[in-house]
């Protein structure tokens, strides 16, 4: 079975400082890995998605995030904060591509403090 | 429309009530999910038709019952609902392919259902 797991269900940082949101993940193979943003009354947008090959991938809005396989992490960072980036952050698996579904953690609610 | 619709936007039921909600996507996908959001827990998933087939969460109450007529349109009947049904019900999309590949997830904005 996987699972996800994001470390700290909330996160302030100061507009322009430098985000980092944890997302650590179980699996026996090696998995496809997702982060997605959700804004308030709003459903998830795809921000950046790795499969195979280069381990750091750069996503929408200028987050990126690098896969480690040896610490089985997917952490998503962004150099500099901007105020419209206050929203709800998932870290999802998936074994099949997400033919068959995501698995989701807990999110991350990031705060920008001005 | 484009992207994913889902109506109604919020629904209020009460536990003795039938209601459905609606799931559309304009992409042209083959495969339509339905996630439960619920406050301080993961999204989880409830039901997936890929390819036409259906794949069944078993932890999912039968008071809650997918339908899925064509490749555009998934709904969710509702009945007998409990007060910890209430929840953002999130539908998304992708199109599947044989064979190993990344299916990247189109999300609908979620019907917001509460449950008295």
């Known amino acids: 079975a996987q699972s996800v797991t994001q470390l700290g269900s909330h996160v302030s940082v100061s507009e322009g400082a430098l985000v980092l949101l944890r997302c650590n993940y179980s699996s026996s193979v090696p998995p496809y890995l997702f982060w997605y943003v959700q804004y308030p009354n709003q459903g998830l947008q795809l921000l950046l998605k790795y499969t195979t090959g280069a381990t750091l991938v750069k996503g929408i809005n200028g987050f990126e995030a690098e896969f480690k396989k040896s610490e089985t992490s997917f952490h998503l960072t962004k150099p500099s904060a901007h105020m419209s980036d206050a929203a709800e952050y998932f870290c999802a698996v998936s074994l099949s591509g997400g033919a068959d579904g995501l698995t989701f953690g807990k999110g991350t609610h990031l705060i920008i403090q001005p | 429309e484009t992207g994913v619709t889902q109506t109604p936007r919020h629904l209020v039921m009460g536990m003795t009530n039938k209601k459905s909600l609606k799931c559309e996507q304009h992409l042209g996908h083959n495969a339509m999910y339905w996630y439960k959001q619920s406050a301080k827990k993961p999204l989880e998933l409830m039901f997936v038709?890929?390819?036409?087939?259906?794949?069944e969460n078993n932890s999912v109450p039968s008071r809650f019952s997918p339908e899925c007529p064509n490749s555009s349109h998934l709904f969710l009947h509702l009945h007998t609902l409990q007060p910890e049904d209430s929840a953002l019900y999130l539908c998304a999309s992708s199109q599947v392919f044989l064979g190993q590949g990344l299916y990247e997830q189109y999300f609908g904005p979620g019907t917001r259902l509460t449950v008295t």
């Open positions: 038709y890929s390819l036409e087939e259906r794949v």
